[in-house]
């Protein structure tokens, strides 16, 4: 079955890009698109956007648009947004009033209306160009009220009648809570938000959104499992147990456009099982851009990552300074957000030059050095819903040493040296201990060449690609088709 699909989201790579949603955005619609789907895909025109690649066309009577959000009125227009040859067309949503700030997401007291809006906006594409969508794929809080205008506003109208609402759920840490005086912006959508949320006096957009959607999922099995539990369902847990057996997790795949170390655009030297020569080149070339010293007799791991509670920095603001005053090994981090996480990372390169090295900021290409050039990649995760790097890593012949969490579970298997079976470091605690045992693991078997060797082949012979995610992301589509409203 060929399904018309509205897939709408706050990020797409390389355009548009926090994290890997927009990876995931990107692969995905590139894949379902190639396999002869229609794509509608829509996302705001931030004036973050890199709109290199994409050639911008005004779209016949899609210009100068209006939306009534509560007591304000936007002006916005729809956009065609042309790419390479392969890539389904962009359908942006320029609204300058809401889009024209300096990054994606923001905390000023209109972050709701930015997401109302390309919500309803989306909507409004599909009418305008007369798409009629079987699915409309939502993802993450942004997107999550989508499902309850289908519900109301769109209701009754024979262009949605097919329509049924597919909510992935990228990371259940970013609700999108708001105070319930904001419900006047919702319009009708206003009448089905739960009575409980707002006698507590706020509107939960993703909450609403697993209760309404007609398909819940997210980007894992274990995540799946995870987030209906107490520990891991950050108060969302009993909403998402009443779906019963419904959350499906779909492990996200790697863009091998993006991420193949045989032809990566943005390295220097290429490399594959057969001839690892360009491996050792990758790592030369990183320590020298870093000013690292490059010796061989000690690991060099890499992270590159946001700085937040969610990835566990904090697991290692004992652990490193140990390893790097013992010599263990050496460091490169990439990566910003929390601001005690970035002076930990800058007070850590200043005290162990040559061996550490941290770069503050976000840098799509150093992001690539580092998967080819490191020997290992470090994920201490307290939670991770399914994670890329640790299976860019896998893929780039590093060997991820990660928590037993979320999709890190699902992707990376403990190496056992006895059977030769496994593909990285797998530790189960989020604690200090756990993080230096797995790292002293790691050092030690670098030191056992063929089992390391070993290791890094059975990472890289790992497939995740993209079409055995979306083969199940059409299971999932054709399952939401086939629900009766
Ligand atoms: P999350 O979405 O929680 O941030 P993922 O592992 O799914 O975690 O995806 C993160 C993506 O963002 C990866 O493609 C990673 O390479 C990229 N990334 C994160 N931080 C940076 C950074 N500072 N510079 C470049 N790329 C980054
Ligand atoms: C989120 C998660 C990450 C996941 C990504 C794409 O940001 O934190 O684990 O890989 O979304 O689904």
């Given at each position: 079955?060929?399904?018309?699909?509205?897939?709408v989201?706050?990020?797409?790579?390389p355009?548009?890009?926090?994290?890997?949603?927009?990876?995931?955005?990107?692969?995905?619609?590139?894949?379902?698109?190639?396999?002869?789907h229609?794509?509608?895909?829509?996302?705001p025109?931030?004036?973050?956007?890199?709109?290199?690649?994409?050639?911008?066309?005004?779209?016949?009577?899609?210009?100068?648009?209006?939306?009534?959000l509560?007591?304000?009125h936007?002006?916005?227009?729809?956009?065609?947004?042309?790419?390479?040859?392969?890539?389904?067309?962009?359908?942006?949503?320029?609204?300058?009033?809401?889009?024209?700030?300096?990054?994606?997401?923001?905390?000023?007291?209109d972050?709701?209306?930015?997401?109302?809006?390309?919500?309803?906006?989306?909507l409004?594409?599909?009418?305008?160009?007369?798409?009629?969508?079987?699915?409309?794929?939502?993802?993450?809080?942004?997107?999550?009220l989508l499902?309850?205008?289908?519900?109301?506003?769109?209701?009754?109208?024979?262009?949605?009648?097919?329509?049924?609402?597919?909510?992935?759920?990228h990371n259940?840490?970013?609700?999108g809570?708001?105070?319930?005086?904001?419900?006047?912006?919702?319009?009708?959508?206003?009448?089905?938000?739960?009575?409980?949320?707002?006698?507590?006096?706020?509107i939960?957009?993703?909450?609403e959104?697993?209760?309404?959607?007609?398909?819940?999922?997210?980007?894992?099995p274990?995540?799946?499992?995870?987030?209906?539990?107490?520990?891991?369902?950050?108060?969302?847990?009993?909403?998402?147990?009443?779906?019963?057996?419904?959350?499906?997790?779909?492990?996200?795949?790697?863009?091998?456009?993006?991420?193949?170390?045989?032809?990566?655009?943005r390295?220097?030297?290429?490399?594959?099982p057969?001839?690892?020569?360009?491996?050792?080149?990758?790592?030369?070339?990183?320590c020298?851009?870093?000013?690292?010293?490059?010796?061989?007799?000690?690991?060099?791991?890499?992270?590159?990552?946001?700085?937040?509670w969610q990835?566990?920095?904090d697991?290692?603001?004992?652990?490193l300074?140990?390893?790097?005053?013992?010599?263990?090994?050496?460091?490169v981090?990439?990566?910003?957000?929390?601001?005690?996480?970035?002076?930990?990372?800058?007070?850590?390169a200043?005290?162990?030059?040559?061996?550490?090295?941290?770069?503050?900021?976000?840098?799509?290409?150093?992001?690539?050095?580092?998967?080819?050039?490191?020997?290992?990649?470090?994920?201490?995760?307290?939670?991770?819903?399914?994670?890329?790097?640790?299976?860019?890593?896998?893929r780039y012949?590093t060997?991820p040493?990660?928590?037993?969490?979320?999709?890190?579970?699902?992707s990376?298997q403990?190496?056992?040296?006895?059977?030769?079976?496994?593909?990285?470091i797998?530790?189960?605690d989020?604690?200090?201990?756990?993080?230096?045992?797995?790292?002293?693991?790691?050092?030690?078997?670098?030191?056992?060449?063929?089992?390391?060797?070993?290791?890094?082949?059975?990472?890289?012979?790992?497939?995740?690609?993209?079409?055995?995610?979306?083969?199940?992301?059409?299971?999932?589509?054709?399952?939401?088709?086939?629900r009766?409203?």
């Open positions: 079955m060929k399904f018309s699909v509205c897939f989201t706050a990020e797409l790579a355009h548009a890009k926090a994290g890997g949603l927009a990876d995931v955005s990107a692969a995905l619609t590139r894949v379902l698109h190639a396999r002869g229609d794509l509608l895909v829509v996302l025109l931030h004036t973050a956007l890199d709109r290199t690649g994409i050639s911008l066309e005004p779209i016949d009577g899609l210009d100068g648009l209006s939306l009534q509560g007591s304000q936007f002006r916005y227009s729809i956009l065609r947004g042309r790419r390479a040859p392969g890539l389904p067309d962009l359908v942006l949503v320029d609204c300058p009033a809401l889009y024209d700030r300096s990054d994606l997401y923001g905390s000023a007291a972050e709701h209306l930015r997401f109302l809006l390309l919500s309803r906006a989306a409004d594409a599909c009418r305008r160009l007369g798409f009629a969508p079987d699915i409309l794929h939502c993802n993450d809080w942004h997107t999550a499902p309850l205008y289908l519900r109301t506003t769109c209701a009754g109208e024979p262009l949605f009648a097919r329509a049924r609402s597919v909510l992935s759920i259940l840490g970013y609700q809570v708001f105070p319930y005086a904001v419900a006047g912006d919702l319009g009708p959508a206003a009448a089905l938000l739960d009575r409980g949320e707002a006698a507590e006096g706020r939960n957009f993703l909450r959104g697993i209760v309404h959607a007609d398909t819940v999922s997210t980007v894992s274990t995540y799946a499992r995870e987030i209906c539990t107490p520990e891991l369902g950050m108060g969302l847990d009993g909403v998402l147990r009443a779906r019963g057996d419904e959350i499906v997790g779909i492990l996200n795949g790697v863009d091998t456009d993006a991420w193949d170390p045989r032809h990566d655009r390295l220097p030297f290429h490399y594959s057969g001839d690892m020569t360009g491996k050792a080149r990758m790592r030369e070339a990183l020298a851009r870093l000013g690292l010293d490059a010796g061989l007799s000690r690991p060099l791991v890499g992270m590159v990552t946001r700085l937040a990835k566990g920095i697991l290692l603001f004992d652990v300074p140990e390893a790097l005053s013992r010599r263990a090994i050496s460091l981090v990439l990566g910003s957000g929390d601001p005690v996480h970035e002076d930990y990372f800058s007070r850590l200043a005290d162990h030059p040559p061996l550490a090295a941290y770069r503050q900021g976000y840098d799509e290409e150093l992001a690539h050095w580092i998967e080819a050039g490191c020997d290992a990649f470090l994920m201490p995760s307290r939670y991770e819903p399914c994670g890329l790097n640790q299976m860019y890593s896998l012949g060997v040493i990660v928590r037993r969490t979320g999709g890190l579970a699902d990376v403990h190496f056992d040296p006895r059977t030769g079976q496994g593909t990285g797998v530790f189960n989020a604690d200090p201990d756990a993080v230096r045992w797995a790292l002293g693991h790691m050092a030690a078997l670098y030191g056992e060449r063929q089992a390391w060797t070993r290791m890094v082949a059975n990472g890289m012979a790992r497939d995740f690609s993209w079409d055995t995610a979306a083969d199940r992301y059409l299971e999932l589509y054709a399952q939401a088709a086939s009766p409203r």
